[in-house]
């Protein structure tokens, strides 16, 4: 079983965003698709009850409850993470996935957060030892803004974790996001830049690169 985390203690970087997407990527291309909901908050499983019947269906696991089920019946799990992770949560998280991406955007708060944040992420013995490897994703960017530049500039600096790609800001996400889809199950006309945008993440995620090294 693939399994895939997004991660990141900023509130509102986008990890539901990226991980409801994600998916209904892997939906819509045939995997028996669980996506993991470890937010009381559970705007994962929100996005799910929103979905519609005649999609392709996406195994819903609220992690927020104890005793939850993973089903071994699947191809891959998703894991959609609270914000203010930290120390011991932080690393308990880290145990899980194959594959991390952790999503930040461009603001002086969110970099400022991000900093000791990806450090302790690549401290982790399982990560040091890329039993568990880890990439970032600059999110809600609009280029010509000096911020972007300051986060894409500080994002290309971290060694150890690759910086796959930069998701624009655009309401595509948010009008998938309401009718219980992603934007890979919109027209493709009208979020063609963003399919564009998506591409080296799933091939990052397709790749050996963010698989453990001795799986
Ligand atoms: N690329 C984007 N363009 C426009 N809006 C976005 C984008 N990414 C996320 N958003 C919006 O930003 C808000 C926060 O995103 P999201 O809920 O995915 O973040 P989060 O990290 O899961 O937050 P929390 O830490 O509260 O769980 C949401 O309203 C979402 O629709
Ligand atoms: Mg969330």
């Given at each position: 079983?693939?399994?895939?985390?997004?991660?990141?203690?900023?509130?509102?970087?986008?990890?539901?965003?990226?991980?409801?997407?994600?998916?209904?990527?892997?939906?819509?291309?045939?995997?028996?698709?669980?996506?993991?909901?470890?937010?009381?908050?559970?705007?994962?499983?929100?996005?799910?009850?929103?979905?519609?019947?005649?999609?392709?269906?996406?195994?819903?696991?609220?992690?927020?409850?104890?005793?939850?089920?993973?089903?071994?019946?699947?191809?891959?799990?998703?894991?959609?993470?609270?914000?203010?992770?930290?120390?011991?949560?932080?690393?308990?998280?880290?145990?899980?996935?194959?594959?991390?991406?952790?999503?930040?955007?461009?603001?002086?708060?969110?970099?400022?957060?991000?900093?000791?944040?990806?450090?302790?992420?690549?401290?982790?013995?399982?990560?040091?030892?890329?039993?568990?490897?880890?990439?970032?994703?600059?999110?809600?960017?609009?280029?010509?803004?000096?911020?972007?530049?300051?986060?894409?500039?500080?994002?290309?600096?971290?060694?150890?974790?690759?910086?796959?790609?930069?998701?624009?800001?655009?309401?595509?996400?948010?009008?998938a996001?309401?009718?219980?889809?992603?934007i890979?199950e919109l027209a493709?006309?009208l979020v063609?830049?963003?399919?564009?945008?998506?591409?080296?993440?799933?091939?990052?995620?397709?790749?050996?690169?963010?698989?453990?090294?001795?799986?």
């Open positions: 079983m693939r399994s895939i985390m997004v991660l990141n203690s900023k509130g509102g970087s986008g990890k539901s965003t990226l991980a409801t997407n994600l998916a209904s990527y892997y939906a819509s291309q045939g995997k028996r698709v669980a996506l993991v909901d470890f937010d009381p908050q559970s705007s994962s499983m929100e996005w799910l009850a929103a979905r519609p019947s005649g999609r392709k269906s996406i195994i819903g696991v609220d992690a927020s409850q104890q005793n939850f089920r993973i089903s071994r019946n699947i191809d891959i799990a998703i894991y959609d993470t609270p914000a203010a992770v930290h120390g011991k949560a932080l690393n308990a998280y880290l145990r899980r996935p194959q594959s991390i991406i952790i999503p930040i955007l461009p603001s002086p708060m969110d970099m400022r957060a991000a900093t000791p944040f990806i450090q302790k992420v690549l401290a982790n013995g399982r990560v040091a030892r890329k039993e568990c490897r880890v990439a970032l994703v600059a999110n809600r960017c609009r280029e010509n803004t000096n911020v972007y530049h300051q986060l894409s500039e500080f994002l290309k600096k971290v060694r150890k974790a690759p910086f796959i790609s930069v998701l624009r800001e655009t309401q595509n996400y948010n009008k996001a309401d009718r219980g889809l992603g890979f493709p006309y063609r830049r963003d399919l564009d945008q998506w591409q080296p993440i799933i091939h990052w995620l397709n790749s050996k690169r963010s698989q453990p090294v001795n799986a």
